[in-house]
């Protein structure tokens, strides 16, 4: 609850309605006339007229009552005034989750089989992983934690991507990237989870140094999944490339099974998926099909592999290189 600063408090205001100056309608002074008569000299013999007194008018005159009139100043009621920014607030809150449930759009079942199609066309290098990632997907009917490892460019965030893309915009699709998913995420405002039956999160560009923040918010995502009966599947796509001695950089046995043991307290069944490092040859085709209708020659192509360096960047950057040496 907000503090709401009042223009006055309520020991300010006098509720006794006695606030405004009594404004008093009152004749003080006696009506009189005046003492002076005027007397003219008469035909006929009169009586001596004789002074009229005061007191003989005062005694005449009619009583004339003294009046208080109080206006009571119009008060306004606090309690109103304190709760009125409630009210607001909850106007707002239910107007939004309207416009959530207005706008609901569900996803219930993932098309295997047209992902399989469209992965096996454009992930090169990995069938192992995308044959282990779809049989863990077919799992439709059980909350489950996939976790893809591997190093750069070899092909994890393709494949999320490739799935979102089948299922188009959900209200229960999440995609998350680190720092943001640590830094914004929250359970309170997934509309998705809670109205629909199934859900999706995917949260990418995680690293070993990630891994305990992020077991604590897949954790709260679980239990409310539970809590409500939902079927949830989270994805985490971790970069396993750990320097080395001799400076080069691969994924080892270690990263993997520091993984698992922290993220083993989560209550669901996990599915650890590696992807492999590339070769020359996957980055070929990966530069074959960025050329798509454009054909180059076996010399060409080798002057194009020149400025790739597939240990380290995988088929990371192909469009961005071959777009920077005018070759698309």
């Known amino acids: 609850m907000e503090n709401h ?49 005061d007191n003989t008018i005062s005694d005449n005159q009619p009583t004339v009552k003294k009046f208080h009139i109080n206006i009571q100043r119009p008060t306004k009621s606090y309690k109103n005034v304190l709760f009125q920014p ?47 990632i779809l049989e863990t997907l077919e799992q439709q009917e059980q909350s489950k934690l996939i976790i893809f490892s591997g190093g750069t460019g070899v092909g994890k965030t393709l494949v999320s991507s490739v799935l979102l893309n089948s299922l188009g915009p959900c209200s229960n699709v999440y995609h998350y990237t680190m720092p943001s998913f640590a830094n914004t995420f929250s359970t309170d405002f997934m509309y998705g989870l809670t109205m629909c039956k199934k859900s999706l999160l995917i949260v990418d560009d995680l690293t070993a140094n990630d891994i305990i923040q992020t077991k604590i918010l897949i954790q709260k995502v679980i239990e409310k999944s539970e809590n409500l009966g939902k079927v949830t599947t989270v994805i985490l796509i971790y970069n396993c490339y750990e320097s080395t001695a001799d400076f080069k950089r691969n994924c080892g046995e270690s990263f993997r099974h520091k993984l698992l043991e922290n993220l083993s307290e989560i209550k669901v069944p996990i599915r650890f998926v590696e992807f492999k490092p590339l070769t020359k ?17 076996d010399r060409e192509l080798e002057d194009v592999l020149k400025n790739f360096n597939v240990d380290v960047d995988g088929c990371k950057g192909v469009h961005s290189k071959m777009k920077y040496l005018n070759i698309v």
């Open 5 to 53: 600063n009042l223009s006055c408090e309520p020991m300010d205001i006098d509720t006794s309605g006695h606030s405004v100056r009594d404004m008093d309608i009152s004749y003080d002074e006696p009506f009189y006339m005046s003492k002076v008569i005027k007397t003219e000299k008469e035909d006929f013999p009169t009586e001596d007229i004789q002074p009229i007194s």
């Open 86 to 132: 409630v009210y607001i607030g909850t106007a707002i809150l239910v107007s939004i989750f309207a416009l959530h449930i207005y706008s609901l759009n569900c996803f219930n079942d993932i098309n295997i089989e047209e992902l399989r199609k469209t992965l096996t066309n454009q992930v090169f290098g990995q069938p192992e992983a995308i044959n282990t």
């Open 281 to 297: 040859y996957h980055l070929k085709q990966c530069i074959k099909q960025e050329l798509a209708d454009r054909q180059l020659s």
